[in-house]
């Protein structure tokens, strides 16, 4: 049966900046035959305070046999990222408009903060960091909550062209030291501490751990610059700029709970953000940075284990970010944008911060969780403040959908224009749920597919143009030129199925890994030569569209977050009792995916519920706990070949009880399969 095709709103398409598919295809076409042109047009938009020559503006290897890898835009031109997303908006009369809508936690603190205030705000915090020593190229390691001063403090070092690096504040302790001394940041930033839903985190003492593990290695953290966050002694950013009621965010107890916590203290080293401010300037000249001057490392797990630094730069960052989020999203002006993404992931980075604020759009900055104080957080939210793109993942759909429907029917959509879906193929049905109960059959999905290295979506329909399929991130935005390639590297053409790879850069891709342009080399060019290989797999249909299937490499994707199974083997196998581990990953209702372990005991340990218990504490502290295994299983032995490489391919078998397991001639040992289902849990 031919899928169900879901045109776009007649009325949105009526105003929307792409409307039909000729326009998309002749913007596209454009877009690939004349790059220069295209963004040369793109990027009028913004401040250059040099400009790039026609024939540098665009160039590239992709090709191993030709040298270096490389992709420059724009190279000649220099700007600065804070002038354009800031000042310029000031200049152009957005001064007094919202850039973003803050709430928090708990439903009584919320706060907003408007584009002349963020640029003060700004400003003043690049003054901070300049007067601890930090200058153009030093690395910031940011470990924050979703608070106003986590967008401030990435402003503030573009202001001055230091390179951030913000770490997801979910990790732990040890993954945090790790990101800290892989970039050898300078400076690191946190707040005292934050609730997330019911539960707390204690950030500061997370990040002591951290400094003291970095310290071991000889890398030390100059300073340490400390929001205090659960005990607002002033005001928080915003607040006082327009005389709106606004609430502080607590007056030392977040819902009647007290937050004393012991804070330890480094004099020479930690300060409190809110002291250093005080006297902090308002103004501070932006320091002009080069096209290709690096903007910002996002770790992103690699399928060895060791996390990759993706490095992003300036300008093709900057015109790429403000591309797609304007067409993807159709921003109008008066639109109010939501998307529930953490900065800490590259989803946060490209569309919370830099592709609203370089359209000058107001944004709902979200502190909480969907199920905080009730299931109907979102929708509530969606209500108050009139939202009219709504961006998030589908593993937080598919957890929404099973409260039943009356919760949503409480609440007032009609603002909702276009939603979006990132971070893992959604399923059809999560999708029609998103499409007839959210967007009550009036709103176009955005199904973008991308990654943290591509810096921006690169396929994904437009809500005014492409007509929908429920599951297909349907066809690739301007600039990007993919292929499915078969295991030998030959091009698939018309209906088929493989590596989905691209031929040619666009101007947000990576540029290389921090540190190691060689690992960026053999991780993303290795594989198929003269392409940037995604590590994931897709399908084109006979209408052309793309439908990816997952990862098919090593990695596996929990709830939209990116794991290798190395990296989970790596830590199971450092508990005293473990000989081996092997990590698969197992179909979940929720989550997408989920982590299954074997684990071979040592000689004379018991595999009993404790080690089961410990094990999964472990992930939890050394990873975070969003890497929770769901089950832990014993395996006396481990299914595999002659030459000892484990077959995963059979333990995914086993995770879902499917006997159908292939061939298993070429095991070392093939009693081991039998002996494993026999120890599954519930088996
Ligand atoms: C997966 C998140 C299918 C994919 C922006 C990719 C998706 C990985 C989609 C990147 C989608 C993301 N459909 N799969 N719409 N979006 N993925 O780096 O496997 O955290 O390679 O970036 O998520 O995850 P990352």
């Known amino acids: 049966m031919a899928d169900r095709i879901y045109y776009p709103n007649a009325e949105l398409a009526r105003t929307a900046y792409c409307n039909s598919v000729e326009q998309y295809k002749q913007m596209h076409e454009k877009s690939i035959k004349h790059p220069e042109e295209f963004w040369g047009e793109i990027a009028k938009q913004f401040y250059w305070e040099t400009t790039s020559s026609n024939d540098k503006f665009f160039s590239y290897n992709f090709n191993r046999n030709d040298g270096d890898i490389f992709i420059k835009w724009m190279e000649g031109a220099s700007t600065n990222i804070s002038f354009n997303l800031l000042d ?58 979703m608070i106003l001063e986590l967008p401030i403090a990435m402003l503030a070092c573009t202001r001055i062209g230091a390179v951030h690096s913000v770490i997801f504040a979910g990790y732990s302790s040890d993954s945090l030291a790790e990101r800290v001394l892989d970039s050898k940041a300078k400076v690191l930033l946190t707040a ?90 308002a103004s501070c000249y932006p320091v002009w940075v080069a096209a290709e001057d690096p903007l910002f490392i996002l770790y992103t797990s690699g399928s060895t284990g060791k996390p990759k630094g993706v490095l992003h730069t300036t300008a093709g960052y900057l015109i790429y970010a403000a591309t797609t989020f304007k ?42 969780t969907p199920f905080y104080p009730q299931n109907d957080r979102y929708w509530s939210v969606i209500e108050k403040y009139k939202v009219s793109q709504f961006y998030t993942a589908p593993t937080a759909i598919r957890s929404l959908m099973k409260f039943g429907d009356d919760l949503i029917k409480k609440y007032n959509l009609r603002s909702l224009k276009v939603l979006g879906s ?172 989920c982590l299954y372990c074997f684990i071979t005991t040592n000689e004379g340990k018991n595999f009993d519920k404790q080690l089961q218990d410990e094990l999964k504490k472990k992930i939890r502290e050394r990873i975070g706990p969003f890497a929770q295994p769901d089950v832990v299983q014993h395996a006396p032995g481990l299914p595999k070949t002659r030459s000892g490489k484990i077959m995963r391919r059979i333990l995914r078998k086993i995770a879902i009880g499917d006997r159908n397991v292939g061939d298993t001639s070429t095991l070392a040992d093939e009693s081991v399969v039998d002996l494993l289902f026999q120890l599954r849990p519930n088996a």
């Open 88 to 145: 310029k908006n000031v200049k152009c009369g957005n001064g007094d408009k919202i850039a973003f809508y803050w709430e928090g936690n708990d439903i009584e603190d919320y706060s907003r903060l408007t584009y002349r205030k963020l640029l003060e705000e700004t400003c003043k915090f690049a003054n901070v960091l300049k007067s601890k020593g930090v200058q153009k190229g030093d690395r910031v390691a940011i470990y924050m909550p």
């Open 192 to 281: 005292d501490g934050v609730w997330r839903g019911p539960k707390f985190l204690n950030l500061k003492s997370i990040c002591d751990q951290a400094m003291a593990k970095v310290k071991s290695h000889d890398h030390k953290v100059e300073s340490c610059i400390v929001v205090s966050h659960l005990r607002r002694v002033t005001s928080p950013p915003g607040s006082t700029s327009d005389g709106e009621k606004t609430k502080n965010i607590n007056n030392g107890t977040t819902n009647g709970r007290s937050n004393e916590m012991n804070l330890s203290w480094d004099d020479d080293r930690d300060c409190w953000w809110h002291e250093e401010m005080e006297d902090a300037e």
């Open 327 to 368: 067409y993807v999203f159709d921003y109008k002006p008066n639109d109010i944008y939501w998307c529930t993404a953490d900065i800490g992931w590259i989803t946060g980075h490209t569309y919370v911060v830099y592709g609203p604020l370089a359209n000058a759009a107001t944004s709902v900055l979200f502190e909480g």
């Open 422 to 593: 990132v971070g893992e193929p959604i399923n059809s049905e999560a999708w029609l749920w998103f499409y007839n109960l959210i967007g009550q059959g009036k709103c176009s999905i955005a199904d973008t597919f991308w990654q943290t290295e591509t810096g921006g979506h690169v396929i994904t329909p437009l809500p005014g143009a492409t007509p929908m399929k429920p599951g297909s991130a349907t066809f690739p935005f301007f600039g990007v030129l993919p292929e499915l390639l078969d295991e030998d590297g030959k091009i698939i053409e018309g209906e088929g199925e493989g590596y989905l790879v691209f031929r040619q850069p666009w101007p947000g891709m990576m540029r290389s890994l921090y540190g190691n342009h060689e690992r960026f080399e053999t991780a993303y060019f290795d594989k198929f030569n003269g392409f940037y290989c995604t590590g994931d797999g897709a399908r084109r249909d006979a209408d052309g569209y793309f439908w990816v299937t997952g990862r098919i490499d090593d990695m596996l994707n929990v709830s939209g977050h990116l794991m290798s199974t190395a990296e989970v083997e790596s830590v199971l196998a450092e508990h005293t009792a473990v000989a081996e581990a092997a990590v698969v990953s197992k179909p979940h209702p929720i989550k997408g995916q």
